[in-house]
């Protein structure tokens, strides 16, 4: 009997060593199981953060491409309508799957800045970010020629000749082309040209590129006191000192002249003869090259949109030769005669949730 007692009390002891066996590893695999959910829903939210900052710094990046280049940031503040205390003030055009605002950085107003206000939303995620936006010190031309219009086909029967390098081993290599329609399409228009447009090997591939703001260049350059086509002295004569020259309406070069420093034509620049410019040439209303007429610019050429009479009916018509050549230099000297408009720069970022 003693015997039997003490097996049974054994077994009992054994069922309940199991069954506190079975509680345990239950529990630990509840708990392993509730760890691996929480993994899981870490996972899922960190990948959320991470495609929404992506999606927050990609909208930042494409806003800032966007932003017109400028002296300051008031149109951008002022909004579409131009008028201050109106509720589209500081509107921003962002990408899908972004929005944002824009309003006055603190601090003082010189250096001209700008507060960007980013929201992103990217599938689950969503993330808010705060952006200082500034004006590059150094001024600059995104390309050898910035127009804005694309050259329309067979704007070039003639010679195009483009050099982004620099006499400067500091400058970086300049793009031949920029113009407000994407680089494929730039890609294209010079492919199409065929041998007319001969970019050098250290000369980039075409860049977009905002349009460049030749009425208020033209508006400053106005109350700057300029010289006017008098400043382009005859070739084989010694060259005038770098000078801000404005001409009002057209301009033609039936001879040969020469000059340097910033020349801003408001109608078309048409050259019959020829023309060396070291500096920054501006033609508001669009550039005409004549069958055997040449123009060399060393520095940079901006074009405007035709629209006076007797302009040509593209911004670009050569038929002769145009060569244009990087000068950092150049531009820096331009710069000094009338401040040239400079690109929006980013320079703080803050996470704000």
């Known amino acids: 009997m003693r015997r039997r007692a003490r097996a049974g009390s054994e077994r009992g002891a054994a069922l309940a060593a199991a069954l506190v066996a079975l509680a345990v590893s239950a529990a630990l695999v509840a708990g392993l199981a509730d760890v691996v959910r929480t993994e899981i829903i870490l996972a899922r939210e960190r990948r959320a953060m991470v495609e929404a900052l992506a999606a927050a710094d990609a909208c930042i990046a494409q806003s800032l491409t966007a932003l017109p280049v400028g002296w300051d940031f008031e149109p951008l503040l002022l909004g579409p309508d131009g008028a201050r205390s109106t509720p589209d003030d500081g509107t921003l055009a962002t990408p899908t799957g972004c929005s944002g605002h824009a309003a006055r950085a603190p ?63 500091e400058a970086p290599d300049l793009p031949g082309l920029a113009a407000p329609t994407t680089p494929t399409e730039l890609d294209a228009w010079v492919a199409a040209e065929g041998p007319h447009v001969a970019p050098s090997p250290r000369t980039p591939a075409p860049v977009q590129a905002p349009l460049p703001p030749l009425s208020a260049l033209a508006t400053r350059a106005e109350a700057a006191r300029p010289a006017g086509a008098e400043v382009l002295v005859s070739q084989g004569t010694p060259p005038s000192p770098p000078a801000l020259a404005l001409v009002r309406g057209d301009l033609v070069i039936s001879d040969a002249r020469q000059g340097s420093g910033l020349l801003l034509v408001e109608g078309a620049l048409d050259i019959r003869g020829s023309l060396d410019f070291t500096g920054l040439v501006v033609a508001a209303g669009g550039l005409r090259i004549a069958e ?62």
Do not use: C, H, K, N
């Not at 629209?307 to 244009?324: E, H, I, M, Q, S």
């Not at 000068?327 to 401040?339: F, P």
């Open 292 to 353: 055997g007429a040449a123009l060399g610019v060393v520095g940079a050429l901006w074009l405007g949109e035709p629209g006076a009479p007797g302009a040509p009916v593209a911004p670009l018509a050569v038929a002769g030769r145009l060569a244009l050549r990087q000068s950092r230099a150049a531009i820096v000297t331009a710069d000094g005669l009338l401040a040239l408009p400079r690109r929006a720069v980013l320079r703080g970022l803050r996470d704000v949730g």
């Open 107 to 169: 601090g003082t107003p010189d250096p001209p800045r700008v507060l960007l206000a980013i929201d992103a939303l990217a599938g689950e995620g969503r993330r808010l970010l705060e952006a200082i936006i500034g004006r590059d010190p150094a001024p600059a031309s995104p390309a050898l020629l910035w127009t804005t219009l694309p050259p329309f086909p067979d704007a070039v029967t003639g010679m195009m000749v483009l050099e982004g390098a620099d006499v400067d081993p």
